[in-house]
Structures are given as C-alpha cells and as structure tokens.
C-alpha cells in the first residue's frame, strides 16, 4: 500500500450495484514550512556543537521543549502528513544516511588530523549534520508531495476518461 492511499485517501464509498469503487483521490498535502526544517537541522547539529561547546546544552534543552510544543499544537493538522512521511522507507533510509554521515564525517576528521575532543572538529560535524538534516528531510518531503500530486493527476484521469 504506498503512502498515498495510507494518509490521505478521501472516502469514496459511493458505488451502485454492479460498478465498481471508483479510484480514490488522493488530497494535495500542504507541506511542513521551511523553518520547522530548520529548527530540526539546529537541533540535530546542535547537538554535536555542544559536544564542543558544553554552555550549548542550556540553549537545546528549551529549543527541544519548543520543538515538541509546536509538533503537538501548531502542527497538529499535519501530523497525518508526518506520520505518512515517517512510514516511507525513503524516510527511515534519509535517517539511516544520516547516521552513517555522522560516523563517516568523525572518521574523516580523525584521519585528516582533527582531534574529535576538540571544538573545531565537533562544529564541522554539526555544521555538515545540520545541513545534512535540515535539506535531505525538505527533499524527501518535496518527493513525497510530488508522488501525491501525479497519484492524484492520474486518478482524476482515471475518473474523468
């Protein structure tokens, strides 16, 4: 069952005797706003920039407190969206690269010369960790929005020829 027909499928239980169901049409979803991308990449590479810079933490704690606050209030609506998005293998592969990212870029560091335990070495990884985040889950969210869009073309097709 793809994503389409899990989150967003309108009822369309009005068939007659001997027809059958017609094909369901799928509802455009608004996307997340960019900035809720953005504040997901600070808290991801925000977390390896407090690895440096320990003071950071007193700043993620509350930015984690605001994250969740908005998940359940302001985005509420879209939760249908994001859980449709989280089922995606597309999604659990872009998090499986990001941990991959994440050791692959340490491993880079410590082979270049950086000292890991040094500020330097933990900015750069949660720089490339935020940017890494924050773009890789607006893509994956753009493909998804995109695939509703055709699904949705191809059964007003479907129900209009």
């Known amino acids: ?14 068939t007659t005797a001997g027809t059958s169901a017609p094909a369901p049409v799928v509802e455009a979803p608004r996307g997340l706003p960019a900035w809720y991308f953005a504040m997901v990449g600070v808290s991801v590479g925000g977390c390896d920039v407090a690895q440096g810079y320990p ?10 407190v605001v994250n969740v ?27 499986l690269a990001l941990v991959a990212i994440r050791f692959g870029l340490r491993l880079l560091i410590h082979l270049v010369g950086f000292e890991l335990a040094a500020q ?25 929005i995109r695939a509703l869009n055709r699904a949705n073309t191809k059964a007003a097709a479907r129900v209009a020829g």
């Open 120 to 144: 330097t070495g933990h900015v750069v990884v949660g720089v490339v960790m935020g940017l890494f985040a924050t773009f890789g889950a607006m893509i994956d969210q753009w493909l998804i």
């Open 1 to 14: 069952m793809s994503i389409a027909t899990i989150a967003f499928t309108k009822n369309t239980n009005t």
């Open 55 to 64: 003071s950071l933490w007193a700043y993620l704690i509350p930015l984690a």
């Open 69 to 95: 606050v908005v998940s359940f209030t302001v985005m509420r609506a879209r939760m249908k969206f994001f859980k449709a998005m989280m089922r995606n293998s597309h999604t659990r592969m872009l998090a």
